[in-house]
């Protein structure tokens, strides 16, 4: 590694002068500050000297830089406008999202709306507020549904709180793995998450009501014992990450409506029992991640274990499978999940593990094209995505995970 000795970049005589000190960074220096900048291998680091600089036309800069590892903010910072470009291409007149623009997926889907809308939770624009105002919306329209629900348990799949709905947030008249309890705990969840960062996610007492229905409603199906379909739709068995979604999104809203203690309680004494195992059938599942993100209710040693096992066993070369043997989209070998890299990596961060978290930056960025359609999956055995590209959930934790990722570099500049 050479250094280049870059000098004669003129101070303006008033005001501020703007210049680039590499390829693809560029700050805005005051004109009584002398700025020598130091750029090692990783790190950047800035000195100054003011007051006696004044008159001083020229700066002289050593620039240290590694060509192999440039990283660049700002060429990342308009990269990923296009990310909510396509995100609001699949944003419908309602404030909900439809999972993919391809037609297999022209559905929305309560969880994947959640996930879809992540990375609104911190930003001042309104689309967070108004998917979650859809999604009351849905729950008004099948209240009577949940009414019956609170103290009847559903025997048929068709009389749970359906997990799938048309764009118009109608029923669909088609069988249906419904049976999804994470999705309610993902709403909670959402909601809760959403009023304590300061969203109008509540718009009036209607609201609250549903709220607190849903809460019932997880009571009466016994949520911290009852089989169902899990994250990814398929064979009823009891799921570690539904029993998690529903502790998280319980605990979330007990500061807005009445939740019995001894109902978190019981979720969270099964969760000890079936972890680190996500099912019966399943002893790791990709769906585990989001007990470490976005719920944040397990503990270390437990969310290390997770992390331990999902990449030694899921994680491939375009993404990770769901779990081993999974057959949808199996060609030959399990579909890899475009997804499973972003996940990995916001997982990371939550534990602090920033190196870590870092060895997922190209591999996710591997799987972003230059219009940002991030794929559902890359087929089994055949090195090419499915047909639901772009999907929501996709563009959404790769745009979430690379955000949090140059926001860490920046602050440690």
Known sequence: MGEVYVQLYRLAPRGQMFFTFSPFFSIRIPKNMLIHIILLQKNITLWKRSKSVVNRRFINIWNVYNENRRYSLEVLRVKMEKAIEVLDQMRLPNGAYTASLSKDYSYVWIRDVVYTVLPFLSQSCDRYEKAYHALFDLFKEYEWKIDIHTE???????EYIHARYSTELKELNMEWGHAQNDAIGAFLWGVGEGVRHGKQVIRDKGDLQIVQKLVHYLDCLQYWQAKDNGMWEENMELHASSIGACVA?????KMLV???EDLIQKGEEALRFLLPRESETKDVDLALLSLIFPYRIVDRKTALLILQQVPNKLERKRGCIRYENDQYYNEGSEAEWCFGFPWLGLCYSELGMDEKANEYIEKTKRNIPENWEVPELFIGGRNIHNVNTPLAW???????FLQRMGQ???QLQ
């Open 152 to 158: 009847k348990k559903p025997v048929y799949i068709f």
């Open 249 to 253: 999104g319980l605990k979330a809203v």
């Open 258 to 260: 009445h939740v019995e």
């Open 394 to 400: 996709s563009v959404a934790l790769s745009y979430l």
């Open 408 to 410: 860490t570099k920046r």
